[in-house]
């Protein structure tokens, strides 16, 4: 039952951000009394933070070897590209979540430190995966990995918002040249 709790909380989450979360919802969603909630997380702000904890932990979770088929810079970007065009429902629900706390970790700093936290991991795993098709100076590959998260988190909720994934793939191909002309200099 406790997963069905976080389920059906990720999904209003997803749909009505983190004000549309009520255990009353939750509740009527899974026809369970609200205390059957509470019974499982005493309070919504627990629920919340497991929610992106667990969030966080998919998101970061890439096997090691996720991209060690990518033989070129070129085709590491492509891979990075599929993922995201390539979510299936589940994933989009979950990215759609994540993206409700991303706005929410602006003006409420439990959210704030363990989005900062992820996104130094994701620099930090970027930068090892771009240093096997680069020798730029560790300066440039950090710049070019955080750009990188920057621009999956807003193509990401473009992408989301349209679903055309012809224009998400003509502008992150702006985007990998950049890229990759800052990585060969």
């Not at 060690?68 to 989009?92: G, P, V, Y």
């Not at 502008?171 to 990998?176: D, L």
Request: negative net charge; hydrophobic residues 45%.
């Amino acid at each position: 039952m406790k997963e069905q709790i976080a389920l059906s909380a990720l999904a209003l989450v997803a749909k009505e951000g983190l004000v549309g979360l009520s255990a009353k919802k939750i509740a009527d969603q899974l026809q369970i009394s609200k205390s059957n909630v509470f019974h499982h997380y005493p309070t919504l702000d627990l629920l919340k933070e497991k929610l992106l904890s667990d969030l966080l932990e998919q998101l970061l979770s890439w096997p090691e070897d996720a991209f060690s088929e990518a033989q070129t810079l070129d085709a590491f970007l492509e891979q990075l590209l599929k993922a995201l065009i390539q979510m299936d429902e589940t994933e989009k629900l979950g990215y759609a979540a994540l993206l409700q706390f991303h706005t929410a970790c602006l003006y409420d700093v439990t959210y704030r430190k363990p989005f900062l936290k992820a996104k130094e991991k994701a620099v930090s795993d970027l930068c090892k995966i771009l240093s096997r098709f680069s020798e730029a100076a560790p300066l440039c590959l950090g710049r070019v990995a955080e750009s990188i998260v920057m621009t999956l988190d807003g193509m990401g909720l473009h992408y989301l918002l349209e679903g055309d994934a012809d224009r998400i793939r003509a502008t992150w191909a702006i985007h990998s040249s950049t890229w990759t002309k800052h990585l060969t200099l």
